[in-house]
């Protein structure tokens, strides 16, 4: 099964082609010349009909005048709100009348009204997809036979892979300080001379939705096709091939490498950082955008290794799946230290502990895909692990008092000697809850009899006994966690019974 246009392409002679490009090229430069730089207005209004204009010169057959008139007063009554105030809802009810002219043009509009809605929704992703299709027949056209083919071939071949490189390596720089400051020092100023990029922004949407209207067609959501035929299908409209796969996991694992090194470098070797830059801040910015690098990661390996696909017959892209994922592995690891360090200057938290918890559990599911490679097993069987030991950390974290664990770490950690981060948030430890009493209890024994902020602390203390003596104390109200803090209550003699 698979995604297929519901009209079949019909052969056109070659003057068809020259004009739709010339019209193309035309509704570009008059989208640049109405839009840019400009407020919405009167223009909003001319390029409807300008669009339906170009329906009606690019049609394969040229319709008759009175239907060609019938269908620009169509757009211009739909487009008349825009001549009061350019609203959008005035602009999507101009473009629509735009659509349903160029489905009518195409005759691909339903008899029966009532199904007009379900086509329009068939035709709307046709503004993304139909552009790019119609350049890629081209390129593949001459793949192979021309110079301009075969370098067009080479370099968009090229593109996913340096795109996907680009993201991992703008995530690497908010994650890592020295990778941001590497690319701060890069000198862009020559891309001042370059293109506005608003401009040509405005030029790819022109191109997109200019070139939808023209040629419309309609999305089917499924084609049944015979077995040797889908495969044929499958195996020529593949995305990921084996050299899309090879370069890909080739950058991504020099950009991992790279990042692993710093971290082994500064992280766990503990090298002196650059002058300005503590520990602490080198790994404040890390755990979290390199949590979200292992996803992106491993969403992309489990595309990479699906079953039958490419990188499920080679053995390089296993190798160098294999040692991608190594890599992810250290990264989820680097991002516990880098947690572990930010915590112990900045204190602990709820969020923090939930964020160690879920780097712990990327790790674990990484290292399942790894068995999953390595075994041969389904994507059904790695879904199954990881519920599983999500459900089992859910379950033991259900008996883990986090509060009072947080409460007495925070306190622990103020009273080292070495201490050297923030100050105990006492507001915090308040919001934490009654077991956060026996924590508080410890920091006030710390602290001398005339210390400023022991009235602060035992105000809080108060307020957090008063809100447990408050509590409902029915047996179906009952807990062990209360039951517990209670006991320690009367043990210390704070609450009288």
């Not at 390129?139 to 370098?151: K, P």
């Not at 990042?259 to 790994?283: F, I, N, R, V």
């Not at 390595?374 to 069987?381: E, G, H, I, Y």
Request: hydrophobic share 55%.
């Amino acid at each position: 099964m698979q995604l297929t246009n519901a009209a079949t392409i019909t052969p056109r002679s070659p003057i068809i082609g020259k004009i739709r490009f010339f019209v193309l090229v035309a509704m570009i430069a008059l989208a640049d010349f109405l839009f840019f730089g400009q407020a919405p207005g009167l223009n909003l209004f001319l390029m409807p009909i300008a669009l339906t204009a170009a329906v009606l010169l690019s049609a394969s057959r040229q319709p008759h005048p009175v239907t060609s008139a019938a269908y620009l007063g169509v757009s211009v009554l739909a487009a008349a709100p825009l001549l009061e105030a350019p609203t959008v809802s005035g602009f999507i009810l101009a473009m629509t009348a735009v659509i349903l002219v160029s489905l009518a043009n195409a005759k691909l509009l339903p008899k029966s009204p009532g199904a007009i809605p379900f086509i329009i929704l068939r035709f709307l992703p046709s503004f993304v997809i139909r552009l790019p299709q119609a350049c890629h027949r081209i390129f593949a056209s001459h793949s192979g036979r021309t110079l301009f083919g075969t370098t067009v071939k080479s370099i968009t071949g090229w593109l996913f892979p340096l795109g996907m490189g680009l993201v991992f390596l703008l995530l690497f720089s908010v994650a890592n300080p020295l990778i941001e400051m590497g690319l701060n020092n890069i000198d862009l100023s020559f891309l001042l001379h370059l293109p506005d990029l608003g401009r040509m922004t405005l030029w790819l949407i022109a191109a997109l939705v200019s070139w939808a209207i023209m040629r419309p067609r309609l999305i089917r959501r499924f084609k049944r096709r015979a077995p040797d035929e889908a495969a044929i299908s499958v195996k020529a409209s593949d995305f990921l091939d084996h050299t899309a796969l090879v370069r890909c996991l080739s950058v991504f694992n020099l950009l991992f490498a790279m990042q692993t090194l710093l971290d082994l470098m500064y992280l766990w070797g503990g090298a002196e950082l650059p002058a300005g830059m503590s520990h602490a801040e080198y790994a404040h910015r890390g755990a979290y955008p390199l949590v979200a690098t292992a996803l992106l990661a491993a969403a992309f390996v489990l595309i990479a290794m699906r079953r039958g696909g490419p990188g499920d017959h080679s053995r390089l892209i296993r190798i160098l799946v294999i040692a991608w994922i190594l890599q992810n592995v250290l990264l989820c690891l680097s991002s516990i230290l880098r947690l572990d360090l930010y915590v112990e200057t900045y204190s602990l938290t709820g969020l923090r502990i939930a964020a160690g918890i879920w780097m712990g559990l990327v790790a674990a599911g990484l290292t399942l895909i790894l068995l999953r490679i390595a075994l041969r097993r389904s994507n059904q069987w790695l879904i199954s692990m990881n519920l599983a030991t999500l459900a089992t950390v859910l379950y033991l974290c259900a008996f883990f008092d986090f509060s009072g664990f947080i409460a007495r770490f925070n306190v622990e950690n103020s009273l080292r000697p070495e201490h050297q981060g923030e100050p105990l948030d006492i507001h915090y430890l308040a919001s934490l809850g009654p077991s956060a009493i026996p924590a508080i209890d410890r920091y006030l024994a710390s602290l001398p009899a005339d210390a400023v902020e022991r009235p602060r602390v035992e105000y809080q203390k108060q307020e957090m006994l008063d809100r447990f003596a408050a509590r409902s104390t029915d047996w179906r109200s009952w807990s062990y966690r209360q039951h517990r803090t209670e006991t320690y209550l009367q043990s210390t003699a704070l609450i009288e019974r």
